[in-house]
């Protein structure tokens, strides 16, 4: 299967923050960036695959600055690495001041998508080709993920088998 570059994958998405988006404290919900962040993710992983995909994980969202209302987020997701039939997707969001054109990182997060065949069940996808310096550091260190999520996963199952034996479910 030929490699696909990085761009062939690139998504972005631009919001502006309404009121029904925002907490008490007039910051952007952190549920409702994750819904955003899903979403672009898929975008990006499907363009990747050219298949459908369903989200496998979401390691994490490191939120690194609020979003007030009114300001703009601004998502950029690509694949970053592919195995066989998964996809790593990495997600940046930028927030703006509207108003002064002032921009901050405000979030990165890392999703797993696996693409699925007529059959419904996991289907290989094509190799990613990096071309930018940040996008060949994702790849090169994707591996050491790889192995965090399946640690994780293993921790989860094991805890998660605890509470079925405690809760006879």
Do not use: W
């Not at 975008?43 to 600055?65: E, G, K, N």
């Not at 990613?128 to 989860?156: C, G, H, I």
Request: with cysteine; aromatic share 6%; hydrophobic share 35%.
């Amino acid at each position: 299967m030929k490699a696909k570059t990085t761009t062939e994958s690139r998504t972005i998405q631009a919001s502006l923050v309404q009121p029904s988006d925002t907490n008490y404290h007039g910051t952007m919900f952190g549920g409702k960036m994750m819904a955003y962040i899903d979403e672009v993710a898929a975008i990006a992983a499907m363009r990747h695959a050219r298949r459908p995909v369903v989200t496998a994980s979401m390691d994490s969202i490191d939120f690194l600055s609020p979003v007030k209302m009114g300001h703009s987020v601004c998502l950029e997701a690509i694949v970053s690495y592919a195995g066989r039939s998964s996809m790593e997707v990495f997600v940046k969001i930028i927030s703006e001041d509207l108003r002064t054109g002032e921009r901050t990182l405000t979030a990165t997060s890392f999703l797993t998508f696996v693409a699925l065949g007529d059959d419904g069940k996991p289907t290989p996808v094509p190799p990613v080709l990096p071309e930018t310096e940040e996008e060949r550091y994702l790849f090169e260190t994707a591996e050491e993920r790889k192995n965090m999520r399946k640690e994780r996963k293993r921790s989860t199952e094991a805890f998660t088998s605890q509470l079925n034996v405690a809760k006879n479910i």
